[in-house]
């Protein structure tokens, strides 16, 4: 059947949380690289389709296409793994060690192909520097600057506001890197991962990779943005978020129900066959005797 049911999804997700955690160094970077890149084409095609006046739903609808892309190629993105490989975690299936090194690599790799395809994009829409960038400039450097500097203005609560826009934010993508699983077709797979993420984005959340590029994107086009406002107002809380969401919201969440009642659910349904199966044999021994 091509529906996968939770039990084996959970099952399925540790494995694959076990082969991401014995990647190599390399293999991190490069697929962190790869998938970093996708998620900001991505990310400037709903740029694009805002910056032409259209509803920010549609935005959210194209959206999830580089998650898509980067999923079924099989690429590493920091935000899912915050959730797949704390689940290893808890089965005993990694280390504390590989878990880390997992995430740092990958988060890595994430941040320098954002930043990398933002510097691309940068040079195509302003002609290699020869133009502001017009209304598309524009949008990404507002953007940019609420996404830090409005935090900013509100101090600590702005900070807090990031962190629970990046609890929220993970949630539904770390949902969605599950749901790539319920499915062996590849067209189910598609349609299942496609609805949490545009949940998501539609809530205008804080994704931590996204965020690595729209923001150095904005400072490009000229955003009055520093390094340090970038990471300590954005960066540092969405990802902290994303972090809490990931592991606790969906990964742990996941394997404590599922992989409970796998075991648990097995005891009730063994009795009674044992129960069954001493009658029959009682009735077979009366009609012997």
């Known amino acids: 059947m091509d529906y996968v049911n939770p039990m084996e999804l959970v099952g399925e997700a540790l494995q694959v949380a076990k082969r991401k955690a014995a990647l190599s160094t390399k293999d991190l970077l490069l697929r962190g690289f790869l998938a970093g890149a996708f998620l900001a084409y991505a990310t400037s095609l709903v740029m694009i389709v805002l910056s032409q006046g259209l509803a920010p739903i549609v935005g959210a609808v194209l959206f999830p296409v580089g998650f898509v892309m980067l999923v079924l190629l099989g ?3 920091a935000t ?7 689940a290893a975690l808890a089965a005993g299936e990694i280390s504390l060690g590989k878990l880390l090194r997992n995430w740092g ?7 320098l192909g954002s930043v990398f395809y933002a510097a691309l994009f940068y040079l195509a829409v302003t002609n ?18 609420k996404k830090t500097l409005a935090y900013l203005a509100l101090g600590g609560s702005g900070w807090s506001t990031a962190f629970v826009k990046g609890i929220l934010c993970n949630w539904m993508v770390t949902i969605g890197a599950v749901l790539a699983m319920v499915s062996r077709s590849t067209v189910g797979k598609i349609v299942a991962m496609w609805l949490p993420i545009m949940t998501f984005f539609a809530h205008g959340y804080e994704h931590s990779i996204v965020n690595m590029f729209v923001i150095p994107a904005g400072m490009f086009f000229g955003a009055p943005v520093s390094v340090r406002q970038w990471w300590l107002w954005n960066q540092v809380p969405v990802t902290l978020g994303n972090i809490v969401s990931g592991a606790f919201f969906t990964g742990l969440a996941l394997y404590a129900t599922f992989r409970t009642k796998q075991v648990s659910d097995s005891a009730p349904v063994a009795i009674p066959q044992m129960v069954e199966e001493i009658k029959l044999d009682r009735t077979a021994e009366a009609q012997v005797l």
């Open 75 to 77: 690429l590493e993105l």
């Open 105 to 111: 690599w990958v988060y890595f790799g994430n941040l």
């Open 80 to 86: 899912g793994n915050f959730a797949l490989l704390p």
């Open 128 to 145: 290699c520097g020869t133009s502001a960038g017009g209304p598309l400039g524009d949008l990404l450097k507002q953007a940019a600057q």
